[in-house]
């Protein structure tokens, strides 16, 4: 029954012609320790994929009982995604029979959390290590499926999707001697997943260092011979918010790079436990062989893993300064919020300005206006006198002289009409102003003083302050 991946799966295109990049490694370790005429034959080759089935997929025929032969092919990631397959559906088919692949290969390498598990046929003559790391951009997506027959001493590897395919080569060829056990293939790979495990950390750290220098705080190297900053006074970082991202990013892959970690160390002890219980071979010859590569192998493999025990405590630590840096950033006084606070004040400081030159124009003006009602009150005094003698003018007086004779002032007994009307008639004009002048101010106090209620109870309000405020400011338009 196939899984959801499996149906999911895209497969290679068979008519692919690609530049020759599927990696072949065929060679043969003598069992025989007396053997001393070629001990280990050994070829490497980059082939095409219509060459695959030629080159790797014919009958091997009798294998010589002193020898053990292996096989490794490589294909390389050809586009992304993870449930990309590199090799078409019927190449692999024919692979898996003629190499006796587990059933569960492709499952394996579709899957996204990482697998490794050993299995045993019912006779131990054959077993099959699976191994698949964790999916993850920056560590790569490392699998390998091995198929091993102790019976006719051969191992048969696929590796799929290495992140790094010459270091893995590299170590096989090395020491292709320890090829005989199907356990180097998954070692060669753990290793190259430690390493990229172990570069990706240091990416990490490279940017948490510096995002301490921007900020000051937490720099490793400052405790012992260096004076410590004071923890009251920030440092100015020109953009906080591109620091807060990064440190985003690095929670982000710290998170992802703990699990890896977590898996890596798991796979460790997976695989030296499946070199411990490891079946061996009948002779005495074999065994001495097997038993010396294997213990090779295993403390290549527990050196690794304790390497990567340490890269599960440094993790740890990273994740512990990242969250530091973190709440130092979203404590720090906002730049941006201390830009708006310095225009506000300089905008504050302007207003203030306009409001000393207004209020300055306010008294010139005022003292206009005083000077101003003094000549009305003036004008309002005599203005009646005037336009009574105006009226009245007419022989209310009479000068004598005419004719060279002596001159004099003949004054109408009427005279005190002219005072009975001006006095009543300019006292009336200053009440009347009086009661006009008061009549004014009490009304302009009312419509400020609702003016000021309406902007108090504010807009939206809907109270009937702020209804008459407005009828009453459209009253004064």
């Known amino acids: 029954m196939q899984t959801r991946e499996e149906k999911l799966a895209t497969w290679a295109d068979p008519s692919i012609d690609q530049k020759p990049s599927i990696r072949i490694l065929n060679g043969s370790v003598s069992l025989d320790p007396n053997d001393s005429d070629k001990p280990i ?8 994929i219509q060459e695959v089935e030629n080159c790797l997929l014919r009958p091997d025929g009798e294998n010589p009982q002193n020898r053990h032969h292996f096989k490794a092919i490589s294909f390389p990631r050809l586009e992304p995604g993870r449930l990309k397959l590199s090799f078409p559906k019927p190449l692999f088919q024919q692979i898996q029979k003629a190499w006796n692949l587990h059933p569960r290969t492709i499952e394996v390498f579709l899957s996204n959390n990482g697998v490794f598990t050993t299995f045993h046929s019912s006779s131990r003559e054959q077993s099959h290590l699976l191994m698949k790391v964790p999916n993850s951009r920056s560590t790569g997506f490392d699998c390998v499926s091995i198929s091993c027959d102790y019976s006719r001493h051969t191992t048969y590897a696929l ?7 010459a270091a893995v080569f590299a170590t096989l060829l090395s020491t292709p001697k320890r090829c005989v056990d199907p356990h180097f293939f998954v070692s060669a790979l753990y290793r190259e997943h430690h390493q990229h495990i172990e570069r990706h950390r240091n990416a990490i750290d490279d940017t948490i260092q510096g995002i301490e220098r921007k900020t000051g705080l937490g720099n490793p190297g400052r405790v012992v011979g260096k004076r410590r900053p004071s923890l009251d006074e920030y440092p100015s970082f020109a953009d906080p918010k591109s620091v807060s991202q990064q440190l985003s990013y690095c929670q982000t892959d710290v998170a992802v790079i703990g699990h890896i970690v977590r898996c890596a160390l798991d796979c460790g002890d997976w695989l030296v436990k499946a070199i411990d219980e490891a079946p061996l071979e009948q002779s005495a010859d074999e065994k001495r062989l097997l038993r010396e590569v294997r213990a090779a192998i295993r403390q290549e493999t527990e050196y690794t893993r304790r390497r990567t025990a340490m890269i599960a405590s440094q ?10 840096q973190t709440n130092y950033v979203s404590k720090r006084p906002n730049t941006s919020v201390s830009t708006r606070a310095e225009r506000s004040k300089m905008l504050s400081a302007v207003a203030q300005s306009d409001a000393e030159y207004t209020a300055a124009i306010a008294v010139d003006g005022k003292r206009d206006s005083i000077a101003m009602k003094t000549i009305s009150i003036l004008g309002i005094v005599f203005l009646p006198g005037t336009f009574v003698a105006t009226i009245l003018s007419i022989d209310m007086f009479q000068w004598g002289g005419v004719d060279g004779a002596k001159s004099s002032l003949t004054v109408s007994r ?7 009307i001006t006095v009543p008639l300019t006292v009336l004009t200053i009440i009347v102003w009086l009661l006009w002048a008061r009549r004014e101010t009490i009304k302009s106090s009312k419509r400020f003083a609702v003016f000021r209620r309406s902007v108090t109870s504010g807009p939206g309000t809907g109270t009937p302050s702020n209804k008459t405020g407005v009828i009453a400011g459209e009253k004064m338009v």
Do not use: M, N, P, T
């Open 315 to 324: 993790v740890q630590a990273l994740r512990e300064r990242i969250q530091s």
């Open 41 to 48: 034959k050994l070829s490497e080759d980059r082939i095409r």
């Open 414 to 420: 009427g005279i005190w009409v002219y005072f009975a």
């Open 159 to 165: 590796y799929h999707h290495l992140e790094d395919e």
